[in-house]
């Protein structure tokens, strides 16, 4: 059992490694990095979701209660998280921060690749599926997360601050990938034979450019500001959100690799973009960037720590 889950857990972490040792050897600059990221975001994962979304069989891969319990998850813990901010009277950036950073995981970067390694095509395709609903409510709240706690209540000042990041939520090629597959899939439509090998070949670098460039990225530079804070976030995202979402997907009635996925989904790292968004709208960088380096280091626990709760349970 213990080979098994390393098996799935180490190899995703020794791709982030590589890419970490690859830049801190000057191998690779920053700016290869930014132009690997932009490749992967805008080329390489939406190519990936929409072709296992659209070879897929809709009516098998698409679990209704999949989906609401794991949408269910991340409402709730984007709640609490902002409710207990309020709480302790976090600042408007501190809460801003620490909210989105407690429910806003990595799904595309570290959660396609554990289900990959843990349940193989059949896993990825559900994960894929599951992906395309989540991503849009994920940023939304993200949004909400960030704008609700700034202390310019004006109404002019708000609209003018939400129109671009509304249009950002709305032309992220990930959920534009996704529908399309979705509805390809929905609609039975035939692929090409020639564009389904071509889409195999080149989806094929997904996964390890994506872990590549979240590996070259990682520095713990960036464990600056309140850490008790963001260690607050990590135990939210990586331990609390996942036990929320494997209660709510039971009593929902959800069993066998479905859960595992949604489970694994929601234990997922706090996402990067969690820190690009908080500079972008003046809250606290800092504690963005502390909770997606310590909640990434410390996802190699938790989820050898979930996969061993599976094989138990």
């Not at 095509?121 to 991503?135: I, N, Q």
Request: aromatic share 10%.
């Amino acid at each position: 059992m213990v080979i098994e889950i390393l098996n799935i857990v180490l190899p995703v972490f020794i791709v982030i490694a590589l890419g970490w040792a690859v830049r801190r050897v000057n191998l690779v600059d920053d700016r290869f990095l930014q132009q690997t990221n932009a490749l992967v975001y805008y080329v390489c994962l939406p190519l990936l979701l929409f072709y296992k979304i659209s070879t897929a069989d809709f009516s098998v891969n698409f679990n209704f209660e999949l989906v609401l319990g794991a949408t269910l998850a991340l409402i709730v813990s984007c709640c609490v998280s902002y409710g207990y901010g309020v709480l302790r009277r976090y600042s408007p950036q501190q809460l801003g921060a620490f909210s989105q950073g407690s429910f806003r995981g990595n799904l595309a970067y570290m959660g396609l690749a554990i289900v990959f390694n843990a349940y193989g095509d059949d896993g990825l395709t559900r994960a894929s599926v599951l992906m395309g609903f989540l991503v849009p409510v994920l940023n939304f709240f993200a949004v909400l997360a960030l704008l609700g706690p700034q202390q310019d209540n004006r109404e002019e000042s708000r609209i003018k601050r939400l129109l671009p990041m509304a249009w950002k939520v709305l032309a992220n090629p990930l959920i534009i990938a996704s529908f399309a597959g979705l509805l390809w899939s929905y609609l039975h439509l035939p692929l090409p034979v020639v564009l389904e090998r071509s889409l195999k070949i080149t989806t094929g670098m997904s996964l390890p450019l994506a872990l590549f460039a979240l590996g070259g990225g990682f520095s713990l530079a960036r464990l600056r500001g309140d850490l008790v804070m963001a260690a607050m976030a990590t135990g939210v995202k990586l331990l609390w959100m996942p036990l929320l979402a494997a209660v709510l997907l039971i009593l929902l009635g959800v069993t066998g690799v479905d859960l595992k996925v949604g489970i694994l989904m929601s234990a997922s790292p706090a996402a990067t973009a969690t820190y690009i968004m908080a500079q972008q709208m003046s809250s606290d960088a800092e504690l963005a960037g502390s909770i997606v380096v310590m909640s990434t280091a410390l996802s190699i626990v938790s989820y050898i720590l979930i996969l061993s709760l599976f094989h138990f349970l």
